[in-house]
């Protein structure tokens, strides 16, 4: 009675292109495909407090991929741009600073796996310090985020 039922739900199959017109076909295949959508996550650094008259503050963390599925021969860029510290308690008196990478100006690094960071750093002039009134400053550090093929 097992037998039976094992026969009853039995479900035939067949190959994509077996041998047509022989009786005993001895081969055959079976395509197999999948689809992969392209994604990454991207780390930026986390609020970071500049001391005062420090010349160069590393941010808080890298700027890194955690992870990363990418098309070949495609990039994930990543360009920042910094604004200005305001006081806040006069938006007319601000500070300058610049992004850096190392001793180099940063404006943009391409990332095509997880391995790679990047620890950047707020660069502020002494003259900027000197010339600044007192109070708290607030700036921010604008990101943007690029897939694009590699040329």
Known sequence: MLFALCTACAVPTFAEDTTSGTANPTSGKTTITTSIK????????STTNITFNHADTDLNGTLHLSAAQLDPNYKVTISATANELVNQADDTKTIQFTLREGG???????????????QLSAHIDQKAWNAAPAGNYEGSVTFKIAYEQIK
Not at 104 to 118: E, P, Y
């Open 38 to 45: 392209p994604t990454y996550t991207v780390v930026i650094p």
């Open 104 to 118: 180099n100006s940063f404006t943009s690094t391409a990332f095509t796996d997880t391995k790679k960071q990047v």
